[in-house]
């Protein structure tokens, strides 16, 4: 009887102390970044909070710039990126006396998209560079009818931007004539314009737009595993060298079969293929 | 701005509203104590108003004022230095976004369309929601439910839930003049368990099982998609500050993102996020 009695009491203030530990403060995870990742990190986050009742998961989109920018000043816990860590951002980290770590989640293709009625079908990176490098501004220069080329783009902050940016102008600078529009209103922009181009990560694209083949490869997952696709990119959480351990928790739950599911169902190729 | 100045006119004003309740606090230049400046959303107003009143009862020698004027004037004056916190009801623009400026999460809040438990109606997409809360839709089988005419419900103008609602469902655009006005949560959410004809919407912690809430796009309303940002009649309180949060500024956000600043705004009806 006393055994039972103090087993219970023993078991009551375990429950206590657990349940305080579950509910403190670092039992929050904040991740915020690329709009790209965004819908994959959101199912990811709910099947989290599913299996784990007792931590809150935030998730905001706004852009990989911005998310690097709040992991530096300590408004998130995690970014989203969908580029690689600008070196601005790496030596702001080091004047910080912090490191990041960045941890590969996702791959994607780039894609090209033209309006519907366009006739152009396939483009090579060399004249996707000369377009978005500012070279050629009429249609005809590309063997379709002459029309001037109405250049979209999504905003400097996105990593989407920096990411086409590295694989088709090499690095370079994209000409000003580029008309920026937030990554979610790209495919209107684009649709609504005969003239257009623009791009857009492989699971935004939709019907409502044109997507255009690249170096004779069109973009799919199946070109994207093999690598005959040209223009992909590295999505990936970006996290800091203090970062508590429910936000390694959850970072970690990325490479479990539920989360690779979740980043499928959200049109990206989860990465780090299982052998 | 005089910084004093602004505190000690304010408070000369409030004061006659206050009554007795001004007595205690002290805003001359006392020594040890602290000023701090708030400002900002006149949605996240009320809530900031009860942090602010949890936040005097362990650092009374602060000196807090609160005032609404919206998120716009709110930045505005904190980057010209006239406050010290300023109030969001959104996330900031990447041209308010700059270097020193940080914004910290401090809750949530989401809108829960609701009918009675008997409709057959489970999910809305939101342009019909909206076509049904203008009245433009009039009949329930003009979204997939049995045939009848759609009684709307609403609240009173000045009521934050309708005015969430206007924000976040309606974008701004007139509900129909015709819907019927209750007094409160409690009452809308009696009426739609009562009324098989309802359409009605309650804050987050009215809701129980006497009413059946719709799912939006498919997505359903729960703590998950309201945390991960699915849902999408949710919106985010962010208190606001530039440069590194120290003195009275760094009390505060500890304060509101601890255990029992975030309780506190849990116990008022919005959804913690620490």
């Given at each position: 009887m006393m055994t039972i009695r103090s087993w219970c009491v023993l078991a009551l203030v375990s429950f206590a102390l657990v349940g305080g530990a579950a509910r403190a403060d670092d039992a929050s995870v904040h991740i915020m970044g690329s709009n790209s990742l965004l819908p994959a990190a959101q199912r990811v986050a709910e099947a989290y909070m599913t299996r784990h009742p007792d931590v809150i998961v935030v998730v905001r989109g706004g852009d990989s710039g911005p998310g690097l920018k709040a992991l530096l000043d300590g408004t998130t816990d995690v970014a989203m990126i969908s580029s690689a860590i600008p070196a601005a951002t790496t030596k702001r980290a080091k004047a910080l006396s912090v490191t990041l770590s960045a941890r590969t989640v996702a791959l994607d293709a780039l894609v090209p998209i033209v309006h519907r009625d366009n006739e152009v079908s396939d483009l090579t990176v060399e004249q996707l560079g000369r377009l978005f490098g500012g070279a050629v501004s009429d249609w005809s220069a590309l063997g379709v009818p002459a029309a001037a080329v109405t250049l979209v783009s999504p905003p400097a902050g996105s990593g989407t931007a920096a990411a086409w940016r590295a694989a088709v102008l090499d690095g370079g600078v994209q000409t000003p004539k580029a008309r920026q529009v937030a990554s979610a209103r790209m495919k209107a922009a684009v649709a609504a314009d005969p003239s257009a181009i623009g791009y857009l990560g492989l699971g935004a694209v939709d019907g409502s737009v044109k997507a255009v083949a690249v170096d004779g490869v069109t973009a799919g997952r199946g070109t994207l595993l093999d690598g005959t696709y040209p223009l992909r990119r590295e999505m990936a959480l970006v996290t800091r060298d203090d970062a508590s351990p429910a936000v390694m928790g959850f970072v970690a739950f990325f490479a479990s079969a539920e989360a690779r599911a979740a980043v499928e169902e959200a049109g990206l190729l989860p990465a780090g293929r299982k052998e | 701005m005089n910084r004093r100045f602004f505190l000690g006119a304010a408070a000369a004003c409030a004061a006659p509203f206050l009554g007795g309740a001004t007595t205690t606090i002290d805003f001359g230049d006392g020594e040890g104590r602290a000023s701090l400046l708030i400002a900002g959303s006149d949605e996240f107003h009320p809530y900031a108003v009860r942090l602010v009143a949890g936040f005097a009862e362990i650092e009374p020698t602060i000196d807090t004022l609160v005032e609404t004027g919206g998120t716009d004037p709110g930045l505005l004056a904190l980057r010209r230095g006239a406050i010290d916190i300023a109030l969001s009801s959104r996330e900031l623009k990447p041209s308010e976004d700059d270097k020193a400026t940080r914004a910290t999460l401090v809750a949530r809040d989401a809108i829960a369309l609701v009918v009675h438990p008997g409709n057959p109606v489970r999910n809305l997409d939101g342009a019909k929601a909206v076509a049904l809360l203008r009245g433009e839709f009039t009949d329930w089988s003009d979204v997939g439910g049995v045939s009848g005419d759609v009684r709307l419900y609403r609240r009173k103008a000045a009521t934050g839930t309708q005015k969430a609602l206007e924000k976040l469902v309606l974008d701004h655009a007139e509900p129909a003049p015709t819907a019927r006005t209750v007094e409160s949560g409690v009452e809308m959410r009696e009426a739609v368990g009562r009324d098989r004809l309802a359409f009605g919407f309650l804050a987050?912690?009215?809701?129980?099982?006497a009413v059946k809430v719709l799912d939006v796009n498919g997505i359903p309303l729960g703590r998950p998609t309201i945390l991960s940002g699915r849902y999408p009649y949710a919106r985010s309180f962010f208190l606001v500050t530039r440069g590194e949060p120290d003195g009275a500024v760094g009390k505060f956000l500890s304060y509101a993102t601890s255990r029992r600043g975030q309780s506190l705004l849990a116990g008022l009806g919005l959804i913690p996020v620490r």
């Amino acid at each position: 009887m006393m055994t039972i009695r103090s087993w219970c009491v023993l078991a009551l203030v375990s429950f206590a102390l657990v349940g305080g530990a579950a509910r403190a403060d670092d039992a929050s995870v904040h991740i915020m970044g690329s709009n790209s990742l965004l819908p994959a990190a959101q199912r990811v986050a709910e099947a989290y909070m599913t299996r784990h009742p007792d931590v809150i998961v935030v998730v905001r989109g706004g852009d990989s710039g911005p998310g690097l920018k709040a992991l530096l000043d300590g408004t998130t816990d995690v970014a989203m990126i969908s580029s690689a860590i600008p070196a601005a951002t790496t030596k702001r980290a080091k004047a910080l006396s912090v490191t990041l770590s960045a941890r590969t989640v996702a791959l994607d293709a780039l894609v090209p998209i033209v309006h519907r009625d366009n006739e152009v079908s396939d483009l090579t990176v060399e004249q996707l560079g000369r377009l978005f490098g500012g070279a050629v501004s009429d249609w005809s220069a590309l063997g379709v009818p002459a029309a001037a080329v109405t250049l979209v783009s999504p905003p400097a902050g996105s990593g989407t931007a920096a990411a086409w940016r590295a694989a088709v102008l090499d690095g370079g600078v994209q000409t000003p004539k580029a008309r920026q529009v937030a990554s979610a209103r790209m495919k209107a922009a684009v649709a609504a314009d005969p003239s257009a181009i623009g791009y857009l990560g492989l699971g935004a694209v939709d019907g409502s737009v044109k997507a255009v083949a690249v170096d004779g490869v069109t973009a799919g997952r199946g070109t994207l595993l093999d690598g005959t696709y040209p223009l992909r990119r590295e999505m990936a959480l970006v996290t800091r060298d203090d970062a508590s351990p429910a936000v390694m928790g959850f970072v970690a739950f990325f490479a479990s079969a539920e989360a690779r599911a979740a980043v499928e169902e959200a049109g990206l190729l989860p990465a780090g293929r299982k052998e | 701005m005089n910084r004093r100045f602004f505190l000690g006119a304010a408070a000369a004003c409030a004061a006659p509203f206050l009554g007795g309740a001004t007595t205690t606090i002290d805003f001359g230049d006392g020594e040890g104590r602290a000023s701090l400046l708030i400002a900002g959303s006149d949605e996240f107003h009320p809530y900031a108003v009860r942090l602010v009143a949890g936040f005097a009862e362990i650092e009374p020698t602060i000196d807090t004022l609160v005032e609404t004027g919206g998120t716009d004037p709110g930045l505005l004056a904190l980057r010209r230095g006239a406050i010290d916190i300023a109030l969001s009801s959104r996330e900031l623009k990447p041209s308010e976004d700059d270097k020193a400026t940080r914004a910290t999460l401090v809750a949530r809040d989401a809108i829960a369309l609701v009918v009675h438990p008997g409709n057959p109606v489970r999910n809305l997409d939101g342009a019909k929601a909206v076509a049904l809360l203008r009245g433009e839709f009039t009949d329930w089988s003009d979204v997939g439910g049995v045939s009848g005419d759609v009684r709307l419900y609403r609240r009173k103008a000045a009521t934050g839930t309708q005015k969430a609602l206007e924000k976040l469902v309606l974008d701004h655009a007139e509900p129909a003049p015709t819907a019927r006005t209750v007094e409160s949560g409690v009452e809308m959410r009696e009426a739609v368990g009562r009324d098989r004809l309802a359409f009605g919407f309650l804050a987050l912690h009215d809701v129980t099982p006497a009413v059946k809430v719709l799912d939006v796009n498919g997505i359903p309303l729960g703590r998950p998609t309201i945390l991960s940002g699915r849902y999408p009649y949710a919106r985010s309180f962010f208190l606001v500050t530039r440069g590194e949060p120290d003195g009275a500024v760094g009390k505060f956000l500890s304060y509101a993102t601890s255990r029992r600043g975030q309780s506190l705004l849990a116990g008022l009806g919005l959804i913690p996020v620490r």
